[in-house]
C-alpha cells in the first residue's frame, strides 16, 4: 500500500501550484456563471419576468456551450495528466497543451466509449450502481495509459483494465482517499458560499408563515432567491469554491497519473 499513500502525496502536492489550477479555475467560472444565468432566466419564465422564446434562447445557448465546456475539458486534462508525468520536473503548461492536442482524437473517442460502456453497465436494476462503480474503477487508467504511454484507444482499455485485476486494492484506496480528501477540501472552499446563502435566505424567509402557497413562492420567494444570485457580492464566494474545485480536479488527474507510473515502475 507504499504506493497508495506516495501517490496520493505526490498527487496532493502537484495540486499545489497556480499554473495548473488556472485553466480548471477558468472553465468553472464559466460553467457556474452560466448555470446562474440559465437558472435566472428560469426563474423570469416561473415569475412571468421574460416570455417562453427569450428562455428557450438562452436554452439553446447554454447547452452548445456546455458541451464545448466538456470538450475543452478533456484537453485540459490531458494536459494536467502530462504535467503529472514530469512531477519532479518544472514543465511548461504549453508542452503539455501540445501533447494533449497530439493525443485529443484518442482521448475524445475512448471518452465516448467509456460513456457509452458505463452507461450500459448503469441501466440493470438494483445492481446498475455496483456495476457503473466497478467498471469506473476498471477505467482509472483509462487516460494516463493514453498520455503517458501512447497507448490508442482499445489499447489503454486494455492497459486499464489490467492494471486495475493487478491491483484491484490499490485502485480502490487510491479512489476512496481521494474522494474523502477531495469532499473536505470542497466542503471547506464551500463554506463561505453557503454562509452567503443563508444570510440571505434568512432575510428572504423572515416573517413568511410555515405553510407556503405557490402565490408566496412565485411572487416572493422565487425573486429573492433570483435576488440573492445576481447580486454581485456573490461573485468572490464563487471565485473561492471555483479555486477549490480546480484544486480537486488536479489532485484527481494527479494522483491517477502518479499512481499508474509508480506501479507500473515508470519514472521520468
Known sequence: MGHVTKSVSEGFWFAVSIKRIIPYLIIYLIIIFSLINFVRNFMSLV???????????????????????????????????????????DRSLFKSFEVSTSRYLTILATAILSG????????????????????????????PAIIIDK???????????????????????????????????LGIFLLPLIFYFAVGFMGTFQGIKPTVD????????????????????????????????AFCLVFLQGTQARLYMNLGKREV
Open 116 to 143: 457509452i460502456i458505463t452507461a450500459i453497465a448503469s441501466s440493470p436494476s438494483y445492481i446498475g450502481s455496483l456495476l457503473s462503480f466497478v467498471v469506473s474503477l476498471m477505467f482509472f487508467y483509462l487516460y
Open 214 to 245: 405557490r402565490t408566496l413562492i412565485v411572487t416572493k420567494i422565487i425573486p429573492e432567491i433570483g435576488s440573492i444570485i445576481q447580486s454581485p457580492y456573490i461573485i468572490p464566494y464563487i471565485i473561492i469554491f471555483a479555486i477549490g474545485l
Open 47 to 89: 415569475t412571468g419576468g421574460i416570455d417562453p422564446f427569450r428562455f428557450l434562447l438562452s436554452l439553446g445557448i447554454f447547452i452548445p456551450l456546455m458541451i464545448i465546456i466538456g470538450l475543452l475539458n478533456l484537453w485540459i486534462n490531458g494536459a494536467i495528466i502530462d504535467q503529472a508525468r514530469y512531477f519532479r520536473r
Open 151 to 185: 497507448k490508442g484507444c482499445l489499447d489503454s482499455f486494455k492497459r486499464s483494465i489490467n492494471a486495475f485485476i493487478k491491483f484491484p486494492l490499490e485502485t480502490f484506496v487510491t479512489w476512496l482517499l481521494v474522494v474523502i480528501i477531495s469532499f473536505i477540501i
